[in-house]
């Protein structure tokens, strides 16, 4: 059983962090990723979890989770019933957000609750799996934990074994993935997607080329890119926004938008006086199929 591997960790550290040494309030509160990670007492002295270090990238771990959890929420509330989170890692959305799925139990018309498929890789899934049971929280019949090989396996068809409905909306995210797929790879997830039923959106962070960004981010970029090829996970790709939109549109989107970094910060950080602020370099497609095309998700407080 392979435990999860040290992104996934690290961004549940950052969303921890957050919430420990950062004033309220707090624009994302989960605790439960590090009770899932369960990373021993001496985390905080870790060196990416140094102050000077993570305060430059935690803002953009909240603001990209908060922002893909306001769009979950509102289509929910529209009557999506369904939410697939690619590369779910220790994401903890299920067992913080039950109120998104009782949201719909109480709706009468609403066939279908809120059923959320995490796709991750066997082993990691597997041990998340065995942690919430120690944590005596379980998998609800909602959730559904989805392993795929992804050299191996079409995540797709596993999704669809899962008990995943193609004929109805969906809400696809994919955050701090794109980065590590080729470009085709990326094509072939959009089109897929694109293929779901209409009205179903992804949100999918993408990362910046260097040579958008100015020097000091470019210099920041490039450790992060090196601290990456160290642990063996390789940053892949990049894009600028009008080749994502391009690619999402010829994929068969019917509305594609680019939701920049600045957006985040003025939705998310604008009033704080802590300074606290999204790195620039990682950005969001927002995309939706066929009819019922919204785009970005309203801010919600």
Do not use: C
Not at 39 to 68: K, T
Not at 71 to 87: H, N, S
Not at 125 to 145: F, I
């Amino acid at each position: 059983m392979a435990a999860p591997d040290s992104t996934a960790v690290r961004t549940a550290l950052w969303r921890a962090l957050h919430v420990e040494i950062d004033p309220p309030p707090h624009v994302f509160a989960d605790e439960l990723g590090l009770r899932l990670a369960d990373p021993g007492d001496g985390w905080r002295q870790r060196e990416d979890m140094d102050p000077a270090i993570a305060g430059r990238y935690r803002a953009g771990m909240v603001a990209r989770a908060r922002f893909v959890e306001d769009l979950v929420a509102e289509q929910a509330a529209r009557g999506v019933g369904q939410y697939v989170i690619l590369g779910a890692g220790l994401d903890t959305f299920a067992q913080r957000r039950p109120d998104v799925a009782a949201r719909l139990r109480r709706r009468p018309d609403v066939a279908a609750r809120l059923r959320v498929f995490e796709v991750d890789r066997p082993g990691p899934q597997e041990w998340k799996r065995a942690r919430l049971a120690e944590l005596g929280l379980g998998v609800p019949d909602w959730l559904h934990l989805v392993p795929v090989d992804f050299e191996t396996t079409s995540w797709w068809e596993r999704l669809a074994d899962a008990g995943f409905a193609p004929d109805e909306p969906s809400v696809v995210a994919s955050t701090g993935v794109s980065m590590y797929l080729t470009k085709e790879a990326n094509a072939a997830t959009l089109r897929r997607i694109a293929g779901f039923a209409p009205g179903s959106t992804v949100a999918m962070t993408f990362l910046l080329p260097p040579g958008l960004l100015d020097e000091d981010e470019r210099a920041r970029h490039r450790a992060t890119a090196d601290r990456a090829r160290a642990a063996g996970t390789p940053f892949v790709s990049t894009f600028a926004p009008e080749e994502i939109l391009a690619m999402a549109r010829e994929a068969g989107f019917r509305d594609a938008v680019h939701v920049p970094g600045a957006e985040l910060n003025e939705r998310y950080f604008a009033d704080r006086a802590d300074g606290l602020r999204v790195v620039p370099g990682e950005e969001f497609l927002v995309a939706t199929a066929g009819a019922g095309a919204r785009g970005r998700p309203a801010a919600s407080s």
